[in-house]
């Protein structure tokens, strides 16, 4: 089993810079692919970066450029630095860890999840 704990969510102006981190636990393989996920009220969830094993990442379109996914091994923590944040990027952001992931963006490739952080920009 694996829990996932992220922090760092909050409100700021669009323009600004907030990162996110999600603490692991538990069996390490289980933490072999990561992710960021994101929802907005009435919207579906979405990915919004990965890392895999062997450390490559994966970004969605709209965060390109913007959003950087790290991981420090040693502390088993993932990150996620956010910067010129846009209205549109508010929403809850959540953590996501498995052994694999053949869609890396894909909610429905990840078994573990943390219970979410909320980011708010305003305009």
């Known amino acids: 089993e694996v829990q996932l704990v992220e922090s760092g969510g909050g409100s700021v102006q669009a323009g600004g810079s907030l990162r996110l981190s999600c603490a692991a636990s538990?069996?390490?393989?289980?933490?072999?692919?990561m992710a960021w996920f994101r929802q907005a009220p009435g919207k579906e969830r979405e990915g919004v970066a990965a890392?895999?094993?062997?450390?490559?990442?994966t970004y969605a379109d709209s965060v390109k450029g913007r959003f950087t996914i790290t991981k420090d091994i040693a502390q088993n923590t993932l990150y996620l630095q956010m910067t010129n944040l846009k209205p549109e990027d508010t929403a809850m952001y959540y953590c996501?860890?498995?052994?694999?992931?053949?869609?890396?963006?894909?909610?429905?490739?990840?078994?573990?999840w943390g219970q979410g952080t909320q980011v708010t920009v305003s305009s």
């Open positions: 996501a860890s498995d052994s694999i992931a053949h869609q890396v963006l894909g909610p429905a490739d990840y078994r573990y």
């Open positions: 890392l895999d094993y062997d450390g490559t990442t």
């Open positions: 538990g069996t390490t393989h289980l933490t072999y692919v």
